[in-house]
């Protein structure tokens, strides 16, 4: 896949990334159907087949399960060759999510990811959402963040959000912005076309409506007919799905832009 920068980041990612929300946890969640946590070998694999299919960026959280400290040992001896995209302020413990956006949570949350990573920097680290956006993204949160970046953690910062007005919030203080937009779901919009305007690339999460559309090709196609959109994180455990799905982009990318819908 050819790698397209995130705005003005420098950061270069794959059109197609790599979710981990099933790497790491089975419970409390709500794909069309119920699923074993994958072998470590098994994701290892997976791990190599994406890196030939030329994928390089990996969506991953502490609300995720297992998700952080598997990558951690997998990514042993490979962590510049991946974009990893890490989130804060949700945990996930007992059955239950809990949320906390206070600038100490927040930094002390990313201490622990960088441990369970194995790693001393997060390429594009995302503050989470309860769906409470704009009091979440308070000043004094943008500048813990803002932070973050200034001192090396973490390279560029941005918010996963649930509603268009945080999501405009975090792209006018912040490198980016992770977005629900589908064929079936345009309440976002107005964020991707900001971006546009600011020069600010975004990434979408869910393109795949969580697995109950698995219309890939419509959904590609509708997708990346925004030009704001840099990449979209889809979750599989499935290599066939992998495959399959970048060879879909990859043959919709290359075809002339009349051909994609919005
Ligand atoms: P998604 O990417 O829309 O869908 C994933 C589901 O689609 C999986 O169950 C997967 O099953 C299935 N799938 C993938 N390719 C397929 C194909 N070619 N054919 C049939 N089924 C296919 O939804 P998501 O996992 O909820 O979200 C994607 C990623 O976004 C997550 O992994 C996570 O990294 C991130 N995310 C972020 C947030 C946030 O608040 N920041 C929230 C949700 C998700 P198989 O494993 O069988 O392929």
Redesign the pocket.
Known sequence: MELRELGTTGIKLSPLGL????FGRNEGIK??TA?ELPEESDLADLLTRAKELGINTL???PA?GLSEERLGRLLCGQREDWVIIG?AGEEYQDGNSRYNFSPGYLEMSLECSLERLNTDYIDIF?I??DGDDLPNLSDDVIRAMQDFKRRGLVRAIGA?TKTAEGGMRALEFMDTV?ATYTPNYTAEKDVLDFATTHGKGVLL???????YN?N?EDVFRFCFAHPAVTSA??????PE?LR??AEILNAILRSPPEELRE
Request: avoid cysteine; hydrophobic fraction near 30%; glycine fraction near 12%.
């Open positions: 979710g981990t929300v099933k794909y069309p699923f969506d991953t959280a995720y989130k995302l989470h959402s996963s992770m999460k869910k393109a795949l409506s969580s697995g698995t890939i994180v889809v979750g599989t455990i499935n799905h399959g799905n």
